[in-house]
């Protein structure tokens, strides 16, 4: 199988590329982390060739992915999450999430697209939510992943481009490699430097719904393998907890106690959840790895990485 992977060189792209099996052909684009090919050498993936694409340049996405010939399956990661970054400057927003898939769309002629949309287009919802419900996103990101999500569409339906596709309404995930920024990492180092005290922004009773990561490939792996399309899914645990109970929860499995400090607000506020049933019944997936398992696997990562 022929395997693009647009944004190989992020958290859910370094542990995808791990995943895939050896014997597949992997084609893994990056931008300026250059770091990237050091990792694909010091992991031994010799299957993966490394395409260096500023997917905001259309004549480097040309070169560098038009190119590809008898693609199956592209899975698109490329994204900027940084919320609070583009609340104070939407055109962030529109320039890193809207134009580069744009220009992807533009030039891509392979086969199945798989486009991880995000939970976030539910903003502005409370309480269980479904892709069947309407919805009108309130913020950058998540106004820019529904965009991206219609673009997708215009491109299948109206360009008959772009053929088949998959969008996963992505709730998140946590575990090696992801950004130092994310709430699970500063947990984990929050106890391991034995401190007492974890700032939550906002008063913490918002929802925060993510798998470990290992989860989360395996649901992404479920979907390149099967052969359903044109759909889109919720991917989430199914296990929803506020920023507090996540604080309070995680530390509990390490039998330590931290007090949490409120400060300024969250951007992300959700007051939303969403079932893994639909993932189930499509692809016949559902997340086994528990929070307690998870965070004692992330935390042996930590470690390791720390020691090295």
């Not at 502005?124 to 950058?140: A, L, N, R, V």
Request: hydrophobic share 35%.
């Amino acid at each position: 199988m022929n395997i693009l992977v647009v944004g190989a060189s992020g958290f859910i792209g370094k542990n995808l590329l791990l995943k895939l099996p050896k014997y597949w052909n992997v084609f893994g684009t990056y931008n300026t982390n250059q770091t990237f090919v050091n990792f694909l050498k010091e992991n031994n993936l010799d299957n993966v060739v490394p395409i260096k694409c500023d997917l905001t340049d259309q004549m480097q996405i040309k070169n560098g992915v038009g190119s590809l010939k008898n693609i199956d399956v592209c899975i698109y990661l490329a994204a900027n999450t940084n919320v609070g970054e583009m609340v104070k400057d939407p055109i962030i927003d529109m320039n890193t999430n809207i134009a580069p898939l744009v220009n992807f769309l533009n030039i891509y002629k392979g086969g199945k697209l798989i486009f991880l949309s995000s939970g976030a287009v539910y903003m502005g919802h409370t309480g269980q939510i479904s892709p069947e419900m309407k919805i009108d996103p309130t913020i950058p990101y998540s106004i820019s992943k529904y965009t991206c999500e219609q673009y997708i569409k215009f491109f299948s339906d109206i360009k008959k481009m772009c053929k088949d596709y998959v969008i996963l309404r992505f709730f998140g995930a946590y575990g090696p490699f992801e950004p130092k920024r994310k709430i699970s990492t500063k947990l984990i180092e929050t106890i391991r430097d034995k401190k007492s005290e974890f700032t939550v922004f906002g008063d913490g009773r918002n929802y925060i719904d993510f798998m470990y990561i290992d989860d989360a490939i395996k649901g992404v792996m479920a979907v390149i393998e099967s052969d359903k399309t044109n759909l889109t899914s919720d991917f989430c645990s199914g296990n929803p907890l506020t920023i507090n109970e996540l604080v309070e929860n995680v530390s509990g499995i390490f039998e330590t106690s931290i007090k949490i400090k409120h400060d300024g607000i969250s951007q992300e506020y959700i007051t939303f959840y969403a079932s893994p049933t639909q993932m189930y019944r499509l692809f016949n997936f559902k997340p086994k790895i528990t929070l307690e398992e998870g965070f004692k696997k992330f935390d042996n990562w930590v470690r390791s990485a720390r020691e090295e």
